[in-house]
């Protein structure tokens, strides 16, 4: 494959080549050019998979609640059954457990971090994935095995979502109720609702006069295509198919519907970089080999190698970890601190010229005709998005059935009629319009006011966080007992999310069995404890608004829009554990409401001016 040499690179001209696509994307409206789909809206976002079945509503208590059945609620329920909670219940919207994989169920979905890495559990479950990067549906399933092993299905509740919290002071519990007319209590609620989980369309002028059929990869229609995630889509042929978007989604999926459909349309608006991905199945000889403790072990030396730690070797070598420094821009880890921030900043940007350069000869190798090629090139630095793999996704564009309609220089797709998609001036005849367009970022239920929680005095959660989240370790916040959070708020954060999502569940367990065996009244961080965690996330931030600034438009700047982070644990995800670590083995004092003297301390609601509450 092509290389380039970093002295052969003239970055003025790369920079100024980048600014001009990514003015070429920017759209005023910026996130306002989506509209949230909602289940039962008829555009092709309702449950698929399971029937929704009538169920009286249920009332009652339990020890514990867990909102979300992705990894990272399963992993949390299975670490608090491990810890004697027995009077457990998980809910989800979904129809069963699973999440993001529950979901997505479209041809060709794979996991893009290597399952030996991201299937949690494996060797609790004594399980084994079939290949390096397995099949969305054995993910799935392994999540279904999870469920079952810590008889989680006994209580739960699916097709179930949670409309309000309710913090009752006397009875110190949570009142849970819900869209089916639920009404409960809980000691502990846990929510772990999802940061990628609600999708989105393109808010596309006549998207509701379109007769053909039309839906989001993540609802896949398999009655009206036919087939499995596996491929063999024989309602698709003889059809003109198109889909929009090519992000890592339709990278898995175009390879599919090129095979099946009798014409497909790919309408791109930004190009995804593509680089190879090498699956293969696994071998049974290394498996065998692998001595106890192996998951632990490759798990915590592929985090530390991605954080930019230290290591004796680099146990997964992979795309990921041949662009580790790279990574460093969008998400945090330690740094070279031999060199000075300039000199940092250069070198990266070379080595980032040099990925993408190698990214872009790939294209002009694999994929034949020269304007194609061309308009499948990316042009922006390596993090801007989520990068890329496959071995399939360019050699489909040498398909005859294939045409890619680049609509960068109309913000994307511009409208669409009864018929099809107009881009510009020219109209496309479809039969079926698939939208490979993504999810909103990192908004969960508690953070966008659709799960509104009430905690102490009446006070919603929003209205504390009025100024910005207010937490410890991103997990509780005070006004807030006995409930906590999983996701990105005020953490630290990795490409393999999974393991982030297992880090937080044994810390949550942890802190509910310690206030179980201590006898706590409840749980809760202090104002002051908040405040030196929202000290220490600021002191130790770096400045990444010029890297953002300089992207091309996408979910991870905003569209555009935002030129700051998400506000997470810049010395990273490995350090970030270890500060947790230390802090658990300190008897967790500082959040346990003991004693009369606890329970004032905490009942004092904090000053306006603290908060930057009106009221
Ligand atoms: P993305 O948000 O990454 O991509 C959406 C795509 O839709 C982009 O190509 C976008 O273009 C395009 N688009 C949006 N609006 C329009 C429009 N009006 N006209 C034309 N094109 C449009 O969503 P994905 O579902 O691909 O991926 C989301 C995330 O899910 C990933 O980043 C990853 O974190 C995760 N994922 C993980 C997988 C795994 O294997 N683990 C597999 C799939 C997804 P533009 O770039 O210009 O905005």
């Known amino acids: 494959m092509t290389t380039t040499a970093p002295d052969d690179i003239d970055l003025d001209a790369l920079r100024e080549r980048y600014a001009r696509e990514r003015d070429r994307r920017l759209r005023p409206d910026g996130t306002r050019q989506y509209r949230r789909t909602a289940e039962g809206s008829g555009d092709g976002v309702t449950d698929p998979h399971t029937p ?24 949390t329920a299975s670490f608090l059954r491990s810890r004697g909670i027995e009077e457990l219940r998980v809910m989800d919207e979904a129809g069963d457990v699973g999440g993001t994989w529950y979901w997505n169920r479209y041809p060709g979905v794979r996991c893009d971090i290597e399952s030996y890495v991201y299937m949690p559990l494996l060797e609790e479950t004594g399980y084994m994935p079939s290949e390096r990067y397995a099949p969305g549906e054995e993910i799935r399933r392994h999540a279904v095995r999870i469920a079952e092993q810590h008889d989680l299905y006994r209580d739960a509740l699916f097709h179930t979502r949670a409309t309000s919290l309710t913090w009752d002071e006397d009875e110190a519990e949570w009142i849970v109720e819900t869209d089916r007319g639920d009404r409960f209590r809980a000691r502990y609620v846990v929510t772990s609702s999802g940061t990628l989980s609600q999708p989105k369309l393109p808010a596309i002028p006549g998207i509701e006069d379109f007769t053909g059929h039309i839906f989001h990869t993540s609802r896949w229609d398999y009655d009206y295509t036919g087939g499995t995630a596996e491929g063999g889509m024989t309602g698709l042929a003889g059809k003109r198919v198109g889909v929009v978007g090519t992000g890592a989604t339709g990278l898995q999926v175009i390879p599919h519907l090129a095979e099946d459909a009798g014409e497909l349309v790919v309408f791109q608006r930004t190009p995804s970089t593509v680089d190879v991905r090498d699956n293969r199945p696994t071998d049974p ?3 065998g080999d692998l001595e106890p403790g192996w998951q632990r072990r490759r798990m915590e030396n592929f985090l530390r190698v991605l954080a930019g730690e230290q290591v004796d070797q680099s146990l997964v070598t992979d795309g990921w970890t041949r662009t580790t420094s790279l990574q460093r821009s969008m998400i945090s880890g330690a740094v070279d601190e031999t060199l000075t921030p300039e000199e940092r900043a250069r070198r990266d940007e ?26 499948l090139q990316p042009w922006y630095r390596y993090m801007c998005k989520r990068p890329g793999f496959s071995d399939y996704y360019l050699q489909a564009f040498n398909r005859e059935n294939v045409t890619l309609v680049d609509t960068a220089d109309h913000g994307g797709i511009t409208a669409m009629t009864e018929t099809g998609v107009v881009v510009g ?17 990192g908004v969960s239920g508690v953070v966008s006011g659709t799960l509104p929680v009430i905690g102490r ?6 209205e504390a966080w009025a100024r910005g989240p207010r937490t410890l370790h991103g997990f509780s916040s005070h006004g807030f007992p006995n409930l906590f959070q999983l996701g990105t708020v005020q953490n630290a954060n990795s490409v393999n999310f999974v393991h982030i999502l297992q880090e ?58 935002r030129t700051s982070s ?35 301390e905490r009942t004092d609601l904090p000053s306006a001016a603290m908060t930057g509450a009106s009221a």
């Not at 980032?352 to 061309?374: F, G, I, N, Y």
């Not at 005095?457 to 929003?462: A, E, K, Q, S, V």
């Not at 949550?508 to 965690?533: F, H, K, L």
Request: charged share 25%; aromatic share 8%; glycine share 10%.
């Open 566 to 600: 998400a506000g997470g644990y810049a010395p990273g995800p490995v350090a970030f554990h270890e500060l947790l670590r230390t802090w658990r083995a300190g008897g967790m004092s500082e959040v346990l409401v003991l004693s009369e003297e606890d329970v004032r």
């Open 457 to 462: 005095g009446g006070r919603p959660l929003l």
């Open 350 to 375: 070379l080595d980032d010229a040099v990925t993408m350069e190698r990214l872009r000869a790939r294209v002009t190798e694999v994929v034949e005709d020269p304007a194609t090629a061309a308009a």
């Open 504 to 561: 937080q569940a044994e810390h949550i367990a942890a802190i509910v069995g310690r206030a179980e065996t201590a006898g706590a009244r409840w749980v809760e961080p202090s104002p002051r404890a908040e405040e030196d965690w929202a000290r220490t996330i600021a002191e130790t931030s770096r400045d990444e608004s010029a890297f953002l600034a300089a992207c091309t438009p996408g979910y991870y700047n905003g569209e555009g829009t």
């Open 285 to 287: 000889a290394w498996a």
């Open 52 to 75: 929704r079945r009538e169920r009286e509503p249920v009332t009652g208590s339990v020890q514990a609640l867990v909102i979300g059945t992705g990894f990272g609620g399963l992993l």
């Open 425 to 441: 001036q020219e109209e496309f005849a479809l039969d079926c319009l698939i939208f490979a367009t993504g999810f909103e970022a």
